[in-house]
């Protein structure tokens, strides 16, 4: 029979974008919609970003991370994978909450995109006074 690896799942969330995480014990390898992280984001320079959870509780390149991730655009996905991984890595051991917590990373990032208004040519934004 074959040996099953521990799994730890998390959802992440920011903006519009969801981002359903998944690591298992590994060696640090990035897997983002069936692509690595440079194939899906582009730069190496964001990866820094993403990783943070794992810098937090010293265990880079200790976990595999598979995503799905859905909505949004590049910031918004980057903040729900980081999300995500927190989350995961709080199923993974308890003990890693105190210092995921006091970093802020455990926290939903509130900040949505205000809606347009009528009469407004954007959220706030007025036409346009005109005195005569």
């Given amino acids: 029979m074959a040996e099953s690896k521990a799994v730890y799942w998390g959802t992440g969330r920011r903006k519009t974008s969801t981002a359903r995480v998944r690591i298992t014990p590994g060696t640090g390898v990035y897997m983002i919609n069936g692509k690595t992280f440079e194939a899906y984001f582009g730069r190496e ?3 820094a970003f993403a990783a943070e959870p794992f810098k937090v509780t010293d265990t ?4 595999d991370v598979f995503a799905n991730i859905k909505g949004g655009g590049v910031s918004g996905q980057l903040g729900a994978l980081r999300h995500g991984i927190a ?3 709080l199923v993974a051991g308890d003990d890693y909450r105190g210092e995921l917590k006091s970093a802020g990373l455990l926290r939903r990032d509130p900040r949505m995109v205000e ?5 407004l040519k ?4 007025r036409p346009q006074f005109s005195k005569r």
């Avoid at 880079?60 to 976990?63: G, L």
């Avoid at 809606?115 to 009469?119: A, L, N, P, S, T």
């Avoid at 954007?122 to 934004?125: L, M, N, Q, V």
């Fill in 60 to 63: 880079a390149d200790r976990f």
């Fill in 87 to 89: 989350r995961a890595l």
């Fill in 45 to 47: 320079a964001l990866k």
């Fill in 115 to 119: 809606r347009k208004k009528y009469g």
């Fill in 122 to 125: 954007k959220a706030r934004k």
